[in-house]
C-alpha cells in the first residue's frame, strides 16, 4: 500500500474553508473569498472568534470589507460587506463568467 501512495500521491485533504460571496455595490461585479478557519479567525474577548477581510474586484477597485463573527465552533453567527452585499453561491456562479462593462 505504500509503494501505491508513493507512486499515485495521497488523496487531496477536505477543503474545510469558509467561503463568502459579495457584490460590489458600486459595479455589481461578482466575487468570492475563502477564510480558513483554522489560521484566519481571531479570537473574540467575549467568546467565539471574528475576521475583517478586504476584497477589491477588477473592476472599480474599491476597496470592500468584509466582517464576519463566528462562535467557538467556528460556525458563522453574522456576516455583513462595507461597500458590498452578500449574495448565494448561485447568484455568484451565473454572474461571474458574465462579460464585464466599462
Excluded at 468570492?32 to 473574540?44: C, E, I, M
Excluded at 477597485?61 to 463566528?70: D, S, V, Y
Amino acid at each position: 500500500m505504500g509503494f501505491l501512495e508513493r507512486l499515485f500521491g495521497k488523496k487531496a485533504p477536505e477543503d474545510t474553508g469558509i467561503y463568502f460571496f459579495v457584490r460590489c455595490v458600486h459595479c455589481q461585479r461578482v466575487l468570492h473569498t475563502r477564510l480558513d478557519p483554522q489560521n484566519q479567525l481571531s479570537p473574540r474577548d467575549e467568546g467565539g472568534y471574528e475576521v475583517h477581510k478586504e476584497l477589491m474586484d477588477d473592476r472599480c477597485f474599491r476597496r470592500l470589507t468584509l466582517h464576519a463573527t463566528f462562535d467557538a465552533q467556528r460556525t458563522i453567527l453574522s456576516a455583513f460587506v462595507d461597500g458590498g452585499t452578500l449574495i448565494d453561491r448561485e447568484s455568484w456562479e451565473a454572474e461571474k463568467d458574465l462579460p464585464r462593462r466599462s
